[in-house]
T-cell receptor, first 113, second 114 residues
Framework: GENVEQHPSTLSVQEGDSAVIKCTYS??????FPWYKQELGKGPQLIID?????GEKKDQRIAVTLNKTAKHFSLHITETQPEDSAVYFC????????????FGKGTRLHILP | DGGITQSPKYLFRKEGQNVTLSCEQN?????MYWYRQDPGQGLRLIYY???????QKGDIAEGYSVSREKKESFPLTVTSAQKNPTAFYLC?????????????FGSGTRLTVV
């Protein structure tokens, strides 16, 4: 089955700098890669996703890149702000069968003042 | 507004007692999921259901039970057989057969054994 590895587990960046979180997946048939943000005491929320027919997707300060050959994808947050502090989860799934989304273990992002 | 509601937000249980966590959605989603979250452990799947009256065990189903009598509802019972039930529990839903439309999560229930 699919396995998703996420790094780093903790990341601290200065406010205004960029943050990058990286994930790898094992199932080459996976074709959907969502990213979730979880604030303290709340449920995860989808912030951006990418499908395997696209190499990069951007939404304001966040972007996701996908390298299908290497089976890795990354989340990039530019001009970080205090409200970006949260736990971020990457995930992978395949749409050719009725299956579950597989999550990485999460990255705790701290934005330093 | 459509969404997924978990209740209660906080729950306290004495050792040896069963307790049921509620999850209700009005998104018309067929699939529903229960996850357990412990510090540093990410999201671990307990049970999931793709359709009414059917459900499957996830990775850590021991000590838990579920039912899916209605499309909108997927309650989770934490039984006395669950040795370490203190955790944050998350319910999610999705369009069945279309995992590439993502999950919608509830706001969670924090269960504490006292």
């Amino acid at each position: 089955g699919e396995n998703v590895e996420q790094h780093p587990s903790t990341l601290s960046v200065q406010e205004g700098d960029s943050a990058v979180i990286k994930c790898t997946y094992s199932d080459s048939a996976s074709n959907y890669f969502p990213w979730y943000k979880q604030e303290l005491g709340k449920g995860p929320q989808l912030i951006i996703d990418i499908r395997s027919n696209v190499g990069e997707k951007k939404d304001q300060r966040i972007a996701v890149t996908l390298n299908k050959t290497a089976k890795h994808f990354s989340l990039h947050i530019t001009e970080t702000q205090p409200e970006d502090s949260a736990v971020y989860f990457c995930a992978a799934s395949r749409s050719d069968r009725d299956d579950k989304i597989i999550f990485g273990k999460g990255t705790r992002l701290h934005i330093l003042p | 507004d459509g969404g997924i509601t978990q209740s209660p937000k906080y729950l306290f249980r004495k050792e040896g007692q069963n307790v049921t966590l509620s999850c209700e959605q009005n998104l018309n989603h067929d699939a529903m999921y229960w996850y357990r979250q412990d510090p540093g452990q990410g999201l671990r799947l307990i049970y999931y259901s793709q359709i009414v009256n059917d459900f499957q065990k996830g990775d850590i189903a021991e000590g838990y039970s579920v039912s899916r009598e209605k499309k909108e509802s997927f309650p989770l019972t934490v039984t006395s057989a669950q040795k370490n039930p203190t955790a944050f529990y998350l319910c999610a839903s999705s369009i069945a057969g279309q995992p590439d439309y993502g999950y919608t999560f509830g706001s969670g229930t924090r269960l504490t054994v006292v």
